[in-house]
């Protein structure tokens, strides 16, 4: 750790601690878009549209929110995306979740996207970056809240198809920050796009992967040497591998951890297994993020209530998730500073 927890942190009565994690700002680093689509939406999306769904009711669709693995859950998360078709959708999507995370205390939000899955459907890809970026720009003026978007390649498709999707991007470019690697991780390896990731370096777009999420430590390794990633998406998966958990604790590389996801994906389907506290303990950057909100039970508060609830931990390990979460965005140190001022601020005043 670079940093001092603050003796405040011990003066917090334990019966505070899920009101300090409600109230404490922190930035959210992992989350997809089309992730935040709540059935309702989706049904209120389908009729504006006229899409047909193969669910007759939100019940419905949400009695097939049980997922066994991260396909099970792609399959309905792709055919929920598919209401999606003009500009408003997707501002109305963004505005949704990003007055949800405003409400969470969330000061900062890097928001991926995924615009293979509304181009492959034709979808002109500046309706879904416009879109988007119309609702962060909005919510900026409205809610006070930071939010950039990092447009994600879909891995299960080819490296080709990521190349022809950064191209038709570049257009809008001032509209995303960032890189990302998302959708089917086993038998998609990060070397497969060792070359597009390399051409999005050189344009100077931050880089980020999904890797060890269901993927061994090897795909970890290959984010970090040979994408050269400044952020790895879950990475619960680098325990297995000693080696690697010296080089991310060494070199402080953040880990988006998303705990109420790797529950109902199954990676830990128990919830006090989980891996997070012991990724701290072992010196880890590690950061809790919703990944599909709407999908997996809640936003980002519900995981660190219901992450903490389950593994015991307290008000320290709270400080360490909040601030790692403000110093691994990608703003710069001057705002990283300033929103850990409101961070220390706040827990002064938990503990008074
Ligand atoms: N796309 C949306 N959520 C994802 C996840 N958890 N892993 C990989 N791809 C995703
Ligand atoms: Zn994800």
Redesign the pocket.
């Known amino acids: 750790m670079t940093f001092v927890i603050p003796a405040a942190a011990q003066r917090i009565p334990a019966d505070q601690l899920p009101q300090l994690l409600r109230t404490m700002p922190k930035a959210e680093l992992h989350m997809?878009i089309e992730?935040s689509l709540e059935p309702e939406l989706i049904f209120a999306l389908a009729q504006r549209n006229g899409v047909a769904l193969p669910y007759a009711s939100v019940e419905d669709l949400r009695s097939a929110y049980a997922f066994t693995d991260?396909q099970s859950f792609?399959d309905i998360?792709y055919a929920g995306a598919s209401v999606l078709l003009k500009e408003q959708d997707f501002y109305d999507m963004a505005m949704a979740y990003l007055e949800r995370a405003a409400a969470d205390h969330v000061v900062r939000a890097e928001i991926f996207f995924?615009p293979q899955t509304h181009t492959e459907r034709g979808v002109p890809m500046e309706t879904v970056i416009l879109g988007l970026s119309r609702a962060c720009q909005a919510a900026q003026a409205q809610w006070g809240i930071s939010a950039v978007l990092i447009l994600s390649f879909l891995r299960h498709l080819s490296e080709e198809a990521a190349v022809a999707t950064l191209q038709a991007a570049l257009p809008y470019r001032e509209h995303f920050i960032g890189i990302g690697l998302?959708?089917a991780?086993l038998g998609n390896p990060p070397e497969k796009f060792a070359r597009v990731f390399a051409q999005c370096k050189t344009l100077g777009f931050h880089l980020v992967a999904?890797a060890g999420?269901e993927g061994p430590p090897a795909y970890v390794w290959g984010a970090l040497d040979v994408l050269k990633v400044e952020r790895i998406d879950?990475g619960v998966q680098s325990e297995k591998d000693q080696a690697l958990m010296q080089r991310l604790a060494q070199t402080r590389m953040p880990l988006t951890v998303?705990p109420l996801?790797n529950q109902k994906?199954c990676v830990f389907p128990d919830l006090r297994d989980h891996n997070l506290p012991r990724l701290l303990e072992a010196g880890l950057n590690v950061t809790v993020n919703s990944?599909?909100p709407a999908y997996f039970g809640g936003y980002v508060n519900e995981n660190y209530l219901q992450v903490f609830a389950a593994t015991g931990m307290g008000a320290a390990q709270a400080y360490q998730l909040a601030r790692n979460s403000l110093e691994a965005t990608f703003a710069n140190a001057a705002q990283q500073a300033a929103w850990v001022q409101q961070l220390d601020a706040c827990f002064e005043r938990m503990a008074a």
Do not use: A, M, P
Request: with cysteine.
């Open positions: 997809h992730g991260l792609l998360y995924d998302d959708s991780e999904h999420e879950h998303c996801s994906l990944d599909d």
